[in-house]
């Protein structure tokens, strides 16, 4: 399985950012896909999650803000952010898994997001 991300970049506080991430290779068994984010120093941690079925978790710090949604027939996932503060700076990691919980079988790159005036 291979992730890719696009969609980070430069972004000011208070705005939106929209990261997508497309998946290919054996997709059959995948059933969890999710966004996590990594800061230098810090542990990588979940930021949302989507079940092949729509059911969806997120952080406690991305409820009401971050949207993530998922396009089954065009194998990608989105997270959707709003109101974004500096404190949303990370390296973004797309992750997907055969079960829906536990630790993520696969990783994409990463993508930077940056918040800053």
């Known amino acids: 399985v291979l992730l890719v991300e696009a969609g980070g970049g430069l972004v000011q506080p208070g705005g939106s950012l929209r990261l997508s991430c497309s998946a290919s290779g054996s997709l059959l068994c995948i059933r969890d896909m999710g966004w996590c984010r990594q800061v230098p120093g810090q542990e990588r941690v979940l930021v949302a999650a989507?079940?092949?079925?729509?059911?969806?978790n997120y952080a406690y710090s991305a409820k009401g803000l971050f949207s993530i949604s998922r396009a089954n027939a065009q194998n990608t996932v989105y997270l959707q952010m709003h109101g974004i503060d500096p404190e949303n700076t990370a390296v973004y990691y797309c992750a997907a898994r055969f079960a829906d919980y536990g630790s993520w079988d696969y990783w994409g790159q990463g993508t930077q997001v940056t918040v800053s005036s």
């Open positions: 989507i079940s092949s079925g729509g059911s969806t």
